[in-house]
Structure formats: C-alpha cells, structure tokens
C-alpha cells in the first residue's frame, strides 16, 4: 500500500526562523513528489519534484528530492507570519492509477 | 479564471438524507478527483476519473457515489449521510494524472 509520512505533524516558530518540513514516501512506482500549502481553504501548489538532488526554489522556499532515500525536504528560510499553513506533501505513482497519495500535512506556525 | 468551483460551500444534513456536491472546472483537465479532509488525517482520495465517462474508486469510497457525464463536472453523491461522513470535501482535477492537481475552495459538510 503506497505510504506517505510527514514529520513534524506540527511545529511553533519565531518570525525569521528557518524551518525543515520531511516527507518519506513508499509508493510502487514513484513518479513525482510535491508540495502544497493549505491555508484557510485550498491547498495551492508549490512544488513538484522528480528528479533526485535538483532543487527547486521560490523566493524563500526550497525543496528538493532524494530518490535513493525516499523523501523530500521542503525549506522555509526567515519565516514570516504568512508562512503559517499546513504544508502537504503528495506522492503519485506512474501506470495505472496515476492519483495523488498525501500525507497527513505539517501544521507550521509562525509567531511574530 | 474560474479554475475549480465547488458547490454547495457549506451543508448540514440530517442522518440519512441525500445529497450531491458539484464540481465543475474549466481548464479542460482529464483527471478529476474528490477528497475528503479530516483533522489530523490529511487528504484522503474518495473517487477520481481518469477521463468523461470513468470512475474509480479511491482510499475511502464507502458510501459515495461519482458520475463524470461531462468532461467539466464531476459530481459526488451520498445516498444515505451518516455523521461519520460530516467532514470538508475537496474536488481538484489535473491536466495529466500524479502532476500538479488544482483544487476547488471545498465544501464544509455536516451531518447531525
């Protein structure tokens, strides 16, 4: 059964701190990880990953890839009040049901 | 850009009554899904459709049912609410299956 495992489930910070969020993944052939921040509503997306060791970054965020170990770390640097979310991480599977599995999300927030 | 529009926004059922939840996008998108999201478990596939016309089932499909009758609109429908299905529903579709999924605002759902 295709697994995805956040850690932390939750995290308190100080404004301009930089956060880790982890992601491990157990899917049956592995086609993309990605990311979302979920605030009040929807979740919107950040990031997809495929290829091991390429980092992907936007503005303060960065993400990147490791497909020997199975996971993803996304990183926040000089974390900011809005930064407060759920980040999601998401895995999905080539062939077949090419769906999205996520984890059960990492609640960040950011004190001033 | 409308995006993803879910409708009804907000719903209180009684035990046993019926309902259906709209989804409706305008990007041309084959793959549609519908999840469901509960404190502390993430977001958990209930049905998704791979293309107009297909179902399939997802991680919890118990007690919902999906038509896909047009490429646009995928609708979830529960025969029979139960409390345990009181929960926030989220529709996303995506252009190509396990890539980025765009979701709708959700529709916060109880059932007393």
């Known amino acids: 059964e295709d697994k995805v495992v956040q850690s932390p489930l939750s995290l308190v910070v100080h404004e301009g701190d930089t956060v880790t969020l982890n992601c491990s993944y157990e899917v049956t052939n592995f086609r993309s990880l990605l990311w979302y921040k979920q605030e009040k509503k929807a979740p919107t997306f950040l990031f997809m990953l495929t290829s091991s060791g390429i980092e992907k970054k936007s503005g303060r965020l960065s993400s990147i890839l490791d497909k020997k170990e199975l996971f993803s770390i996304l990183n926040i640097t000089a974390t900011q009040t809005g930064d407060s979310a759920i980040y999601l991480c998401?895995?999905?599977?080539?062939?077949?049901?090419?769906?999205?599995?996520f984890g059960k999300g990492t609640k960040l927030t950011v004190n001033p | 850009n409308a995006g993803v529009t879910q409708t009804p926004k907000f719903r209180v059922l009684k035990t046993g009554q019926s309902m259906t939840l709209l989804c409706a996008q305008d990007m041309n998108h084959e793959y549609m899904y519908w999840y469901r999201q509960d404190p502390g478990m993430g977001l958990r596939l209930i049905h998704y459709?791979?293309?107009?016309?297909?179902?399939a089932k997802g991680e919890v499909p118990d007690g919902y049912n999906v038509s896909r009758l047009k490429k646009q609109n995928f609708l979830l429908g529960l025969e029979s609410a139960a409390p345990s299905q009181t929960s926030v529903y989220f529709c996303a579709s995506s252009y190509i299956g396990g890539l980025e999924a765009f979701f709708g605002q959700g529709t916060r759902l109880t059932v007393v």
């Open positions: 459709s791979v293309g107009e016309g297909t179902t």
């Open positions: 998401a895995a999905s599977r080539r062939g077949g049901s090419e769906k999205l599995v």
